[in-house]
């Protein structure tokens, strides 16, 4: 299915996409307040560039990864694992391969992209330069200030954003709504554009950087569209307001945006703070159930500030054992075959046996006896306030190991009675 | 998950190869060390060792993650900077002071979500966590996880194979 490559949500300040398959809702007249808490979505301010992608693989051949701030990308694309395909289907312009397939089972509201919002100049200016002949066609044809008479005319967006419906008479009331925010918004396309996003290589990409400028822009003025999304209550958007919630997240293919849309739920407001607050608060879950996977025994914990509790103390119990080990692996010689690593390597590797007489979770509770010495409590303070929940090995193995690794270190050292008063481990400088 | 941790499908290049050879190089650098020097049992020439040896562990076990992750960058970097100051002293207070001030600040939360003064004790914990907001920070915690697992699994193995 094409649904993978075709990600994204189009913004559609005044049109309603409805796919042969779906049944169409009407486009409630808020769209355009909707919209536009969705275009302001959400500005993930990740130390790098907040990068979110909205796949827009099947205009373009995309398919450069860039590498933008590390981890924010790297965290998005985690998250692309579970994308939400959100599809267009072009009813007008069929013929172009830009078109994103648009998923009959869904009842998106598709959010077409605001380029028909901007001035009628502007948008031209912008298709030009994207180079589509049909993009030429389908600005002359929005070029009309009444957005909604634009969109009657079936041709559809520019291959970028792909379906516009015919359905909106309701939405003309938007269009005008959306024009005035769009004169600062052009302004800001520039400044945008030069942000530091990887250039794309066509026109596509930037038509979509210019969009997502503007989405970015209207977010950086909320103050400016707030007026305008109170002319459009939630109340009544709401009602009108169907389908899933069409959120892409990012896109494995290479096509970047910096922002996300979203779309507000049957009966959720519209705010655009609320909507970015959902967003977040779902990405946050999903790594959150992500997470309750890996701990284990978090399977029925339900909360947030109870698994976090369980989180913190895995990765505790986790560090102390590598400390444990390193202590251990400090302490302990290795035999005369060691000069053969590469056997140990792949021993190491290609282990598949349990733990056998190795420390389990380590020292857990059975190390504050052994550590009464005094010697590692520094080292180790918290252990025995770790849970115990973890799995422990056997208590005889645990003994005779932890006494070897004693033995091995403190056989003639008198010193370590010294410590013995002291809480911590502090050697004497 | 499991493609995240692998380059390749060469096995040869998985993080856990990968970690499990530069800690056994490393390992065995150390224990050369070792024992060329004067093998001394103090409490002192003990901790250092298994400071070597902690520090030698957690820097293959990034090296072996590369600079993929923050977590992992924040890691080398640390190590870098500390080793770059040369101060074995301050690396055991740090070690200290890091269990002990885990719990011991409490920043006032200003946000709505419940979990904010644990996201702040779990930002101590993984390395380069200060600068992330919440969701980047159990993105990376999931990941350092999963590389802690392995650290530990591998570290337990070749403990047994040393001590056999």
């Known amino acids: 299915m094409d649904g993978h490559e075709n990600e994204g949500i189009l913004q559609c300040p005044s049109l309603q996409c409805p796919s042969s398959g779906m049944s169409t809702n009407p486009l409630p007249e808020k769209v355009s307040g909707m919209i536009m808490n969705s275009v302001s979505m959400y500005k993930h301010s990740n130390g790098a560039d907040p990068f979110f992608s909205s796949g827009w693989d099947p205009l373009v051949s995309l398919s450069h990864n860039e590498n933008f701030g590390g981890s924010s990308m790297v965290s998005h694309r985690e998250f692309a694992s579970t994308p939400y395909p959100i599809v267009l289907e072009n009813q007008g312009i069929s013929g172009t391969s830009h078109l994103v397939q648009y998923p009959s089972s869904s009842t998106f509201v598709e959010l077409v992209p605001k380029l028909p919002c901007l001035g009628s100049g502007s948008f031209s200016d912008m298709v030009n330069s994207f180079g589509l002949p049909e993009c030429s066609q389908i600005a002359n044809s929005e070029c009309p200030q009444n957005y909604a008479s634009s969109k009657e005319g079936g041709t559809g967006r520019t291959s970028t954003n792909g379906a516009l419906s015919q359905d909106d008479r309701q939405i003309s009331a938007e269009g005008a709504v959306g024009s005035s925010p769009n004169a600062k918004r052009r302004k800001r396309v520039s400044d945008y554009n030069n942000s530091p996003v990887s250039p794309r290589q066509n026109a596509e990409g930037e038509m979509e950087k210019d969009l997502s400028g503007q989405s970015s822009d209207v977010q950086k003025e909320p103050d400016e569209k707030k007026p305008k999304t109170e002319q459009n209550p939630g109340s009544n958007f709401r009602g009108k307001q169907t389908g899933k919630q069409g959120k892409n997240a990012s896109s494995a293919d290479g096509f970047k945006e910096n922002y996300i849309h979203v779309r507000a739920r049957r009966g959720q407001a519209t705010n655009s703070h609320s909507l970015a607050e959902r967003v977040r608060r779902e990405k946050i879950s999903e790594r959150m159930r992500l997470l309750q996977e890996l701990v284990p025994g978090c399977n029925k914990i339900t909360g947030k500030a109870v698994m976090l509790d369980e989180i913190i103390n895995y990765v505790q119990s986790l560090q102390q054992q590598v400390e444990f080990l390193s202590m251990k692996l400090a302490t302990v010689n290795p035999e005369q075959n060691v000069d053969i690593e590469q056997i140990l390597s792949k021993d190491i590797i290609n282990s598949r046996r349990g733990t056998g007489a190795i420390l389990g979770f380590v020292p857990g509770t059975s190390s504050s006896h052994r550590f009464h010495r005094g010697t590692f409590q520094g080292t180790l303070p918290s252990i025995s306030s770790t849970t115990s929940k973890y799995p422990l090995l056997p208590q005889t193995v645990l003994d005779n190991e932890l006494h070897g690794l004693f033995q091995v270190g403190f056989d003639s050292c008198p010193a370590v009675d010294n410590l013995g008063s002291n809480g911590h481990f502090k050697p004497e400088l | ?164």
């Open chain 2, 1 to 164: 998950m499991n493609p995240r941790r692998s380059i390749s499908s060469n096995p040869a290049s998985t993080v856990k190869s990968r970690f499990t050879n530069g800690f056994l190089k490393a390992l065995l650098r150390i224990n050369r060390q070792r024992i060329t020097s004067t093998t001394a049992y103090t409490p002192r020439e003990i901790f250092r060792g298994y400071l070597r040896v902690k520090i030698a562990a957690d820097v293959s076990m990034a090296s072996a993650i590369g600079s993929r992750r923050a977590w992992s960058r924040a890691m080398l970097r640390k190590v870098r900077s500390h080793g770059r100051d040369g101060a074995q002293v301050r690396r055991m207070s740090f070690l200290a002071m890091r269990k002990r001030n885990l719990y011991g600040k409490k920043i006032k939360c200003v946000e709505e979500d419940v979990g904010c003064y644990q996201a702040n004790v779990l930002r101590k914990l993984v390395p380069g966590g200060a600068a992330m907001d919440m969701c980047c920070l159990l993105g990376e915690t999931a990941h350092y996880i999963k590389c802690l697992n392995t650290q530990v699994k591998v570290m337990r193995r070749i403990a047994e194979v040393f001590s056999t």
